[in-house]
């Protein structure tokens, strides 16, 4: 084997992401990122790998290609004897997703440290959603590969050590070192097992992380891991953000450029701004705003997918497709439950969504509010989409999604136009596993004299019957046309009535009235630049009125 000499010190673990299988669901019209996961390796050439940094962060590192020849006899007779355990079996093969681990550099006499290390690293997956909750989604297979010798070639990294080992994994080392092996010998030794959706290549050593190819028709999706590296399962974690939920990377290198393709299919990567996803409808837009548990709240983060610095879209400011340390995002989460889903069957999530008061009131141009709260009974947590409908006219409130157990509060906002009346708004939760809905009675009532609040100007004065203002006598003058806004407030028990007059040839004409809107009067008239003034009149009683207004 040809052991690469160093050059500099080892600074971070690498963990291998190889390339030598076409990626499986390219996007169709879409450009992919000019280097990772796309090149076919050819014997003697080169693959993209993932380089994976102490500090949770990735970049990409181009590494001689694996062997792609079929294996050696002797290997295909050791495979067929091997040995295979069930890490977890929890259904039949056909009903779950497989996933096969294999060793190398492991002794007939460290087998138990092998399939110790092995189970640390599926702990360490099983501790992440959506593995979590999707456990029993999942067989896990430990092959029982032995090696004549123990450790693997090149370690301690740049030592130039050979030795002989049933997969022949070696650390290759540039900037960082990165795991590779035999692949077409791995793929051998996994055959034992009943069935392959994932491999895991297991390296008897503390150097490097795990590795992945795209599962494609021919071959599982691959990954090569140090079996004694500490955290090594955050970067098999991303690698499954990769081979299950066909995630796009979401850190960029530092050569990235501008993204000027078509949208792309993948679930987290999109040319469209947050405010273009509002309007269209499109990807993650129903997601905007909402908190995801990868920190902060789903937006439109530009800068993705490896290659592209400008022109891109990432749903959160940091997933665990852009530093391993991190976590999936709310966006990620639903990609990786469809997929699992899609392949092993899972039972649907019973929940229910309970609100915290079943009627409100608000008066017009105000805002009710409560909170959707959602339970969940059984099955796997999941992404809950949370929206109102049925909404007055003239009203608005905004959707969001949260897991399941968790809640959302609602903020239907009225406004001064809203028709008093009371209105059913409907608030549907929608999942994978189904839709519920829950009814907010809403009664809106007419502007109180609170709505006369938020005007520009609100001179007060008092007035008894018959009597009249001005406001002023010689009028306002506005120099841009637009909408006139006036709102008063009158003493309880009186009459008054509201007018709006323009001055037109030096002549004062009534362009407008008030129209009653409970215990005030509205007034909103559309005009030209002008001079304009209000006309209050005391029709019946007396007291202290408030005049509320704003000119454009
Ligand atoms: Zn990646």
Request: charged letters at 15%.
């Amino acid at each position: 084997m040809t052991v690469h000499l160093p050059r500099r010190r080892l600074l971070v673990a690498c963990l291998a992401i190889a390339a030598a299988v076409p990626t499986v669901g390219a996007d169709a019209g879409g450009a992919s990122p000019a280097t990772p996961h796309a090149t076919a390796a050819e014997p003697g050439g080169t693959e993209t790998i993932e380089v994976f940094h102490e500090d949770g962060t990735i970049s990409q590192a181009e590494v001689p290609a694996e062997p792609a020849a079929a294996p050696d006899s002797a290997t295909t007779r050791m495979a067929a004897a091997a040995t295979v355990t069930p890490l977890q079996e929890t259904g039949p093969s056909s009903e779950r997703l497989d996933v096969v681990i294999v060793g190398d550099g492991y002794t007939a006499e460290q087998i138990g440290t092998y399939h110790q290390q092995a189970g640390a690293i599926w702990a360490g997956v099983l501790a992440e959603p959506p593995f979590t909750d999707y456990q029993g989604a999942f067989n896990v297979w430990i092959v029982d590969v032995i090696s004549p010798e123990s450790g693997i070639d090149n370690d301690p990294p740049r030592s130039g050590i050979v030795r002989d080992t049933a997969l022949d994994v070696a650390l290759y080392c540039t900037d960082g070192c990165s795991i590779r092996a035999d692949s077409t010998k791995a793929l051998a030794f996994a055959a034992s097992a009943p069935e392959v959706d994932s491999l895991i290549v297991m390296g008897n050593t503390q150097w490097g992380h795990a590795n992945a190819n795209y599962p494609s028709s021919t071959r599982p999706g691959m990954m090569r891991v140090p079996g004694a590296r500490e955290g090594v399962a955050r970067s098999v974690l991303h690698e499954f953000g990769h081979s299950i939920g066909n995630l796009a990377d979401e850190y960029v290198q530092s050569n990235g450029g501008r993204y000027t393709g078509s949208e792309p299919t993948r679930a987290n990567v999109t040319t469209y701004t947050a405010d273009q996803m509002r309007q269209n409808g499109a990807k993650w837009s129903l997601y905007l705003g909402s908190p995801t548990p990868d920190g902060g709240v789903i937006g439109a983060y530009e800068g993705t997918w490896s290659s592209y610095r400008y022109g891109l879209y990432r749903p959160s400011e940091n997933s665990i497709m852009r530093t391993t340390s991190s976590r999936f995002s709310l966006v990620g989460l639903d990609a990786m439950e469809r997929a699992i889903r899609a392949k092993a069957t899972v039972p649907a999530t019973d929940y229910q969504v309970t609100l915290s008061a079943d009627t409100g009131s608000a008066a017009a141009g105000t805002s009710a509010t409560f909170t959707a709260q959602t339970t969940r009974r059984s099955g796997p947590t999941e992404n809950v989409t949370l929206t109102a409908s049925g909404l007055p006219p003239g009203a608005t409130a905004d959707h969001g999604v949260v897991r399941t157990g968790g809640s959302r509060t609602f903020t239907i906002a009225t406004s001064s136009y809203t028709p008093p009346g009371t209105y059913p708004v409907t608030v549907t939760a929608t999942s994978m596993s189904g839709t519920r809905t829950a009814t907010f009675q809403l009664a809106v009532t007419a502007p109180s004299s609170a709505a006369c609040v938020g005007y520009a100007l609100a001179p007060s004065a008092s007035m008894t019957a018959f009597d009249f203002d001005y406001w002023i006598e010689t009028g306002l003058t506005t120099s841009t046309g637009g909408t006139l806004r006036a709102c008063l407030d009158e003493p309880d028990g009186a009459q008054f009535s509201l007018a709006l007059q323009r001055l037109v040839d030096g002549q004062w004409q009534f362009v407008a009235m008030g129209s009653d809107g409970g215990p005030g009067q509205l007034l909103n008239y559309d005009g030209p630049a002008g001079t304009y003034r209000y006309v209050v009149v005391a029709n019946s009683g007396s007291g202290a009125y408030t005049l509320a207004f704003s000119m454009p």
